[in-house]
């Protein structure tokens, strides 16, 4: 198992496999609440690619899944009650995680997690912090086992309607 950043050639094959997994989320539980072809989709990669973002797990029979880490919360953060006080830019955000559906139970998801919190350990980040729809039970799961802690639901003031509330979580490193 690789996981690297995403590079150019690999946009259309990521941006693919993020509407299988929608597609997938759409025929079972689609607990992040995404949509298919609008988010996470080809042009988020791209877009993501292009900022040094995007991240792709595979292995010689293809991807694996895929993440985006960088230090934007694309929301209001400071709503939350942290248990550390670390100025945006000082930590890291996780984002649009997701695994192959065939491949899932095999410990894909806490490789990606365990490999984000080397990367900001490795770039001098304080932190890892994040947020998932709050009915997500299987993404709350996965970062609880990797040790970061529930800091409760928080409006982001994203402007979404479907989702008022995030569940917020943070690992302070």
């Not at 080809?42 to 995007?54: C, D, F, G, P, Y």
């Not at 490789?111 to 709350?140: F, T």
């Amino acid at each position: 198992m690789e996981i690297r950043l995403c590079e150019e050639k690999d946009i259309a094959e990521v941006g693919a496999f993020y509407d299988r997994v929608v597609l997938y989320l759409d025929e079972t539980v689609n607990y992040p609440k995404w949509e298919y072809k609008k988010y996470p989709s080809e042009h988020s990669v791209k877009e993501k690619t292009a900022l040094r973002q995007q991240f792709v797990c595979l292995d010689d029979e293809g991807i694996l899944g895929a993440f985006v880490l960088n230090d934007d919360p694309q929301g209001k953060y400071e709503n939350a009650n942290w248990s550390a006080v670390i100025p945006q830019g000082k930590y890291m955000v996780c984002h649009t995680l997701a695994t192959n559906p065939a491949m899932q139970g095999r410990g894909i998801g806490r490789e990606m997690v365990e490999y984000c919190i080397r990367y900001a350990k490795e770039h001098g980040y304080s932190a890892i912090r994040l947020d998932v729809v709050p009915d997500n039970v299987p993404a709350r799961k996965l970062y609880e086992k990797c040790g970061f802690r529930y800091a409760g639901d928080v409006d982001l003031e994203r402007g979404i309607e479907m989702i008022p509330l995030f569940s917020i979580y943070e690992l302070v490193l």
